[in-house]
């Protein structure tokens, strides 16, 4: 199913691939450039981006962690290809993980993501559970 939305992109890309993405693969790469991009990082829309990258270094108390969750279901809510089924955020030594469960509306494939917010990384790591 054509969604009309085209993208590039060169992320994990080598030079004999190609560089276009569409459908779902467009989607979370979409995703995942909205969280590596932190609230009140975009000029003209201070709005846009994530509050994880700076609540990294802070104790996960219960008012963080419901902040966390309702960041990443306004990101997912942001883009209206994809739908969030479920979110679980898990604390590690050295940052967040997300997991989430998400249905790309168009074709409706449903798909479990990890995205990793390390500290010692300045972008976040987006693999398939």
Excluded: C
Aim: charged share 20%; glycine share 4%; hydrophobic share 35%.
């Amino acid at each position: 199913m054509a969604t009309g939305y085209k993208g590039f992109s060169t992320h994990n890309k080598n030079f004999s691939n190609t560089y276009t993405l569409s459908g779902f693969d467009l989607a979370k790469q979409d995703l995942l450039n909205h969280f590596n991009i932190r609230k009140g990082e975009k000029l003209h829309n201070p709005e846009f981006g994530s509050i994880i990258w700076d609540t990294l270094y802070s104790p996960m108390t219960d008012t963080v962690v419901a902040s966390i969750e309702e960041d990443v279901q306004n990101i997912v809510a942001y883009d209206p290809r994809i739908k969030a089924e479920s979110i679980y955020i898990e604390q590690y030594e050295s940052g967040l993980l997300i997991e989430m469960s998400l249905t790309f509306i168009p074709d409706q494939i449903v798909q479990n993501l990890l995205i990793d917010f390390n500290t010692s990384n300045t972008q976040a790591r987006l693999s398939i559970a």
